[in-house]
T-cell receptor
Framework: QQQVKQSPQSLIVQKGGISIINCAYE??????FPWYQQFPGKGPALLIAIRPDVSEKKEGRFTISFNKSAKQFSLHIMDSQPGDSATYFC??????????FGKGTKLSVIP | DAGVTQSPTHLIKTRGQQVTLRCSPI?????VSWYQQVLGQGPQFIFQYYEKEERGRGNFPDRFSARQFPNYSSELNVNALLLGDSALYLC????????????????FGAGSRLTVL
């Protein structure tokens, strides 16, 4: 049973554009929502994370928007760069590090 | 400062064999978690250990087992390998066992890629 649904599966964005990846969860016990970035041959690296007591968190070009009532959260990458080309995973956890991951979004930023 | 180190990086086994994967956490980190990442999918939780005790287990058969040593390093063992066990096995470490602190980041290693023939 997939508890975190991520879309789209793949995304192509022009350099300088905005990349948007969406996730939805089912388990209302989740209270920690991180986004991970993974390059080929590497492990996932934490990009940014949010807790349900805030609706938005921004770190540089990366912003998480969180809608608790809709059980949805999204990642926005502003001014997307070719170096941002990677696979992005949303995840959710409930009090421990037993994270449930989405299936991932492969982002390609073209010059 | 060394990150999470895993060994071996790649290995090939045949069906029915057994495999042991090793993980060294970041210095000072007391929690180690194991995840399985099948090609094209997100990581799936297998085990979490904190202070050498199992704190959580995902939906994996008993062929999968793990342990954490006094120095906080960890091993993942998989017996009676199946073709479907082919995956990238990721180890992650964190300072504590939970996410109560905003600074308690889960850091992944580069993984051990297992191919079962």
């Amino acid at each position: 049973q997939q508890q975190v649904k991520q879309s789209p599966q793949s995304l192509i964005v022009q350099k300088g554009g905005i990349s948007i990846i969406n996730c939805a969860y089912e388990n209302t016990a989740f209270d920690y929502f991180p986004w991970y970035q993974q390059f080929p041959g590497k492990g996932p690296a934490l990009l940014i994370a949010i807790r349900p007591d805030v609706s938005e968190k921004k770190e540089g070009r990366f912003t998480i928007s969180f809608n608790k009532s809709a059980k949805q959260f999204s990642l926005h990458i502003m001014d997307s760069q070719p170096g941002d080309s990677a696979t992005y995973f949303c995840a959710a956890g409930a009090g421990s590090y037993q994270l449930t991951f989405g299936k991932g979004t492969k982002l390609s930023v073209i010059p | 400062d060394a990150g999470v180190t895993q060994s071996p990086t790649h290995l090939i086994k045949t069906r029915g064999q057994q495999v042991t994967l090793r993980c060294s956490p970041i210095s000072g980190h007391k929690s180690v978690s194991w995840y399985q990442q099948v090609l094209g999918q997100g990581p799936q939780f297998i085990f979490q250990y904190y202070e050498k005790e199992e704190r959580g287990r995902g939906n994996f058969p008993d062929r999968f087992s793990a342990r954490q040593f006094p120095n906080y390093s960890s091993e993942l063992n998989v017996n009676a390998l199946l073709l479907g066990d082919s995956a990238l096995y990721l180890c992650a470490s964190s300072l504590h066992g939970g996410v109560k602190s905003g600074a308690n980041v889960l850091t992944f290693g580069a993984g051990s890629r297992l191919t079962v023939l």
